[in-house]
């Protein structure tokens, strides 16, 4: 068996205390100096441990003070496929930015089925926690469903798309989600009053009208705070009813 490297070591003596709440957040670990003569270490071997805590997010580095213990981030919850999962913010207080008409291209026109060029409403928003920005999310659909009607995001900015499209002759029956991870853009972190590259949560969901998409969005949410919470009914089997 190979031997174990000495920062995996080192990174399980630092990692158990701070798990056991022995170290409690904000708590400031020994110098790298301190730690390589404590456990008879070189100082590269607790610098690599210090650096894998703080990719694991247990540690933060202070420039100039050194490493201190994390706080345990807020979670939130984001229902996800029920009747209350409306713009997908959850119970985050929801901020809308703006809507506007734009042109399709890539990504988004691939999956509208739509050519490069043609016409999108695409509209954009926050979901705040405490006036604090969580989520941030892009919204993208067809011009030609609703242009003319009463029924666009500039004329009915509070409705949802299943209401708004529904209204307008193209009911929704079908939505489909994909979710991946990638790293926050520019862009984005200014928004979001975050730091670019970032790791985010990305959820891509559109809607159908039968076969055809006509809306497709991006909820966009740091991976450390933001939690997808899914509710799957399942059938039962005839002649048994669910417990009470």
Known sequence: MARRPRYLWLAEQLRTPILSGKMAPGSRLPSRTHLARTYRVSEQISRTALRLLVTEGLIES??????????????Y???????????????????????E?????????TRLRLRDGDPVYRTTSLGLASDR????????????????TLRTPFDAPEDGPVERLGAAGHP??????????????DAEATLLDSTPGMPVLVVERTHYSGNRPV?????????????????????HPRGRRPPA
């Open 62 to 75: 202070r420039p100039g003070s050194g490493y201190f213990v994390r706080a345990v981030p807020e979670v």
């Open 77 to 99: 919850r984001l229902p996800r496929t029920d009747a209350t999962s409306g713009f997908g913010l959850g119970a985050l207080h929801r901020e809308r930015l703006g809507t």
């Open 101 to 109: 008409q734009q042109r399709c291209s890539g990504r988004v026109g």
């Open 133 to 148: 920005p969580v989520t941030l999310h892009h919204s993208w659909e067809p011009a030609v469903l609703t242009a003319g």
């Open 172 to 185: 929704v029956d079908r939505v489909v989600e994909e979710v991946g991870v990638r790293s926050l853009r």
């Open 215 to 235: 809306e497709t969005s991006d909820l966009i949410g740091s991976a450390e705070h933001c939690r997808l919470l899914y509710r799957l009914s399942l059938a």
